[in-house]
């Protein structure tokens, strides 16, 4: 029991060293992120739009990134960087996502079951032509509440 409660106290200590950075740094990680999701569908727009042949290693890599951006996307977040903009960029983050934070939560997690469906649907180019627009839809769906222009 002891050793739990010195053991979480280290893991929390490690984490909290890993946060420690200032805020715009911060935006700006999370901007990258947000253009890993950019990428990630592109790679797979490309093979649903006849642009490029089906590889299931290439959906793999970009239902992996997106899997990953996923399920980090609250805690890229964090309420240190409200009212913040990224250095450059179109977009930015609405303040609704602090202020309505249980639905942006939602939002979140219905992305991370549609990236988990499409993983586990997609074995050829028609199950990533129907697995496809569920994930485009949760980007827009959060996109359309939570991220402003400017
Ligand atoms: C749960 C909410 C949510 C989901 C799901 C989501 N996004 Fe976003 N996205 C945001 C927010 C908030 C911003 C604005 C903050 C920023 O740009 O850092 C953003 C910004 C972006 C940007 C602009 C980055 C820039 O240059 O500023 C792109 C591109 C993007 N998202 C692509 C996607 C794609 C593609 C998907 C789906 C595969 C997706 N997003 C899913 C919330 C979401």
């Known amino acids: 029991m002891r050793r739990t409660i010195v053991l979480t106290g ?13 805020p715009q740094e ?12 950019l990428t990630s569908a592109i790679a797979l727009s490309d093979i649903v ?5 089906y590889d299931q290693a290439a959906v793999d ?12 996307f609250p805690s890229l977040f964090p309420e240190s960087i409200k009212g913040l903009k990224p250095t450059k960029g179109e977009y930015s ?9 249980a639905d942006f939560e939602a939002h979140s997690a219905a992305f ?3 990236v988990a469906q499409a993983k ?21 769906a959060c996109h359309e509440k939570f991220r402003v222009k400017g």
């Open 10 to 22: 280290t893991l929390l200590f490690a984490a909290g060293m890993a946060l420690a950075q200032s």
């Open 26 to 37: 911060q935006v700006d990680k999370t901007q990258l992120a947000m253009k890993s999701n």
């Open 49 to 53: 739009r006849d642009k490029k042949p």
């Open 61 to 72: 890599k970009a239902l992996a990134e997106l899997d990953d951006v996923a399920k980090r």
């Open 93 to 101: 983050a609405s303040p609704k996502i602090w202020t309505e934070r």
């Open 112 to 114: 991370v079951k549609a």
């Open 120 to 140: 586990s649907n997609i074995k050829d180019v028609n199950s990533l032509k129907a697995e496809f627009p569920e994930i485009n839809k949760q980007c827009m």
